[in-house]
Structure formats: structure tokens, C-alpha cells
């Protein structure tokens, strides 16, 4: 799913990562989702009920377009006990909702939405398909609470993350300011090792908003990530890189957290 704030962007921007994946032998698809909020909120880059609607909507519909997928897996020649999800920045908060908020976690923070905008499992069409995500591709993006994440949604579904440790967009730790989305992807890969969950975290030190990652690298990483879950030789990893010489003091701190892998 691609980025764009929940404001803009379209599926044809993730259609070169899409083909790449295509070639490597995975079923990839690229998705539209429903867009826009307050624009007084968005340039105060604030959480309002409008920004709240746009994620829950952006869910409704990666989740509408989950079930249309496998309605026609026989068409596309999708294996549906490998569903995968994912995106950029807000196609990334799209994915991470969509896979760790219930509706239940939804009605207990923002009761009124399910009213307003229906629930969040038969929106867009009425197919009843059933699915379990294995993994999740978050390049990116953040979640307002990783205590969503539960010891069973990380003991079935791996993740990958990519995310710069200067992100001034979603921040890669925990963002100062509780309206934004709080926590970014080294906060989301905590979680998972607190609860024993595998996943892969691989952070650009000094990157910013996911530009310091090469389509390639991203890529051939999802692919490395993906069939090693089919292989089922997978391990938790965590890689960094150094975008520029000298590191400032969060940063330091945030590479002696972190257990460096020397990647390939």
C-alpha cells in the first residue's frame, strides 16, 4: 500500500517494487485506498477525529481488498495460507492496523467510528473469506499503542521494518508528541522481542522518511524475509546502516540498544 500521508498517492507508485517481487515468484499486488482528512489538522500535523477516520478507513479497505484477492485466488493463482501485507508510511500504518487492531480495539479507543463508518471486516463488499496474515512489510510507518500487538497476533505473524533512526515524519522510537502516531519501528520490533515473535528490523542511522532506502535493498530483503518463512528457517535479526559519517547523541544510544548483524 503506498504512502501519501492519507492524503494523496496512488497504487501505480508501488508497481516497480510489485514487478520486482512478481519476478521473484510472489503473487504482488498494489492497492488504492480511500483519502483524505482535516487539512487544519494535517499542517499542525495533529491526531483529530478526521485523522482517525482515514486510518480506519484505509483498514476498511486493504481488508475489503484482502477478501476480494482470495474470493479470486484460483484466478491470480494466489496461495492463501501465504497472505502477506504491507506498505510505505501510511501504507505502512494501514498494514500494521489492519493486522494488530480489532474491531474491539478500535470500539475501546474510538468507540463512535464503528457507528459512523461501519465495522472495519464488511466494508466496501460482503465477501465472507477468512485469511491469517504471515507477515507484515512495515517501511516506515508507526502505531499509537504496540501493546495492540498480542502474544498471539507475534507467535503467527512475522515482521520486516525499515525505518530511519532521524525519521522527522513517524518517528523511528517514540514520538514527543502523543497525538502523532507514538511509536515507530524500533519501538514495533521491541514488542515483538519482549513477546518472542520474529521479525527483522533494519534501520538507516541519520535516514529520514524512508528515502535513504534503495527499492532494491527493500526488495530483495522482502524476498530474503518472505521465503525464509516458507522455508521456515527464519530467526529474529536486526541490521543497521550508517547513512552519514558522525552520530549524534540519540542516535548512539539507540545503536548500543540495538544487536547489529553484519549484513550481506
Known amino acids: 500500500m503506498h504512502g501519501g500521508g492519507f492524503a494523496q498517492g496512488a497504487k501505480e507508485e508501488l508497481c516497480p517494487e510489485a514487478g520486482m517481487l512478481a ?12 483519502l483524505g482528512w482535516s487539512l487544519k489538522a494535517r499542517l499542525r500535523r495533529k ?26 485466488a484460483s484466478r491470480y ?3 492463501t495460507s501465504w497472505i502477506f501485507i504491507g506498505g ?9 492496523y489492519a493486522t494488530y487492531y480489532k474491531q474491539t480495539n478500535w470500539d475501546k479507543d474510538f468507540p463512535w467510528l464503528k457507528e459512523k463508518l461501519g465495522s472495519i471486516d464488511n466494508s466496501s463488499n460482503r465477501l465472507k473469506e477468512n485469511y491469517t496474515v504471515k507477515g507484515v512489510l512495515d517501511m516506515w510507518g508507526g502505531m499509537r499503542d504496540t501493546t495492540n500487538i498480542s502474544g498471539q497476533d507475534a507467535s503467527q505473524t512475522e515482521i520486516l521494518i525499515f525505518h530511519g533512526s532521524a525519521d522527522s515524519i513517524v518517528s ?9 502516531l507514538g511509536m515507530g519501528g524500533y519501538f514495533i520490533a521491541q514488542r515483538y522481542k519482549h513477546l518472542g515473535g520474529y521479525y527483522e528490523l533494519n534501520t538507516k542511522i541519520n535516514g529520514g522518511h524512508g528515502e535513504d532506502f534503495s527499492d532494491v535493498f527493500i526488495t530483495e530483503r522482502m524476498g530474503a524475509f518472505f521465503k525464509s518463512l516458507f522455508l521456515g528457517n527464519f530467526k529474529s535479526e536486526e541490521y543497521a546502516t550508517i547513512l552519514k559519517k558522525g552520530i549524534d547523541k540519540k542516535d548512539a544510544k539507540n545503536v548500543q540498544v540495538l544487536k547489529i548483524g553484519a549484513h550481506p
Do not use: C, H
Open 23 to 34: 519476478k521473484r515468484g510472489f503473487v504482488a499486488v498494489t492497492i488504492n485506498y480511500r
Open 172 to 180: 523511528y522510537t517514540k514520538s514527543n508528541n502523543p497525538e502523532r
Open 47 to 72: 491526531w483529530d477525529s478526521t485523522f482517525s477516520m482515514a486510518i480506519y478507513r484505509s483498514v476498511q479497505d486493504s481488508k475489503a481488498a484482502m477478501r476480494f484477492l482470495l474470493d479470486r
Open 77 to 79: 493463482g494466489i496461495d
Open 88 to 96: 510505505q508510511s501510511a501504507g505502512a500504518v494501514a498494514a500494521l
